[in-house]
């Protein structure tokens, strides 16, 4: 069974710029969850998804970040405009509809100079 | 106060030790607990995922979870230079929700 995927690995931006991260699911999985993680910290969630509806957002600065899941499977985070303090590792976890575990990827390392 | 609290180490241990990681909270609603280990520019890696108060044996991976005291452990038997990592718990209070983290135990296992 293949993992959750995510693209791309490593991002350089200057801030105010524009960025976007995509992430594949495990097949099946109805529930897909997008985790920041600052340097030296835990992951902490920005946005849950359950099929293509949002579930929870609090933690999602609005004024500047954006997640859509189109069809319920894959689904983009977006960023813009980018600042100093958005530097660090985007993360996408999934999991089933049935009791379970989140399943994360391998992050996108965001880098903001 | 954190909900989620783990010391970050590091830790280091010789091979073979039998490796003690730990995590408290806060949060008398959490039901659902989880470690998992994150290598350096990897993501995290499930190791154990547990209900409620008990123990959970996995190979060389032992959870506890003690609600009563709000205390999670993970102990590594045996331990190997390949477990050297970032163990990270994780709290949810029902299945769907949220992970609660801590920081992380950045864990060194020398040979």
């Known amino acids: 069974e293949a993992g959750v995927a995510q693209s791309p690995r490593y991002k350089i931006i200057e801030k105010r710029q524009s960025v976007a991260f995509w992430c594949n699911p495990i097949s099946g999985h109805a529930t897909l969850y997008w985790y920041q993680q600052i340097l030296g910290q835990g992951p902490k969630l920005l946005i849950q998804f359950q099929n293509n509806g949002v579930v929870d957002d609090s933690q999602l600065p609005k004024d500047r970040f954006s997640a859509e899941r189109l069809k319920g499977v894959d689904s983009t985070l977006k960023i813009q405009p980018a600042k100093l303090e958005d530097s660090a590792v985007y993360l996408c976890?999934?999991?089933?509809?049935?009791?379970?575990?989140?399943?994360f990827g391998p992050g996108t390392r965001l880098l903001v100079l | 106060q954190k909900e989620v609290e783990q010391d970050p180490g590091p830790l280091s241990v010789p091979e073979g030790a039998i490796v003690s990681l730990n995590c408290t909270y806060s949060n008398s609603a959490f039901q659902y607990f989880m470690w998992y280990r994150q290598y350096s520019r990897k993501g995290p890696e499930l190791l154990m995922y547990t209900y409620s108060s008990g123990n959970k044996e996995d190979g060389r991976f032992t959870a506890q979870v003690d609600k009563s005291s709000k205390y999670i452990s993970l102990f590594i038997r045996d331990s190997q230079p390949s477990d050297s990592a970032t163990y990270l718990c994780a709290s949810q209070m029902e299945y769907g929700n949220k992970l609660v983290f801590g920081a992380g135990t950045i864990l060194r296992v020398k040979s």
């Open positions: 976890a999934s999991s089933s509809r049935d009791r379970g575990p989140q399943y």
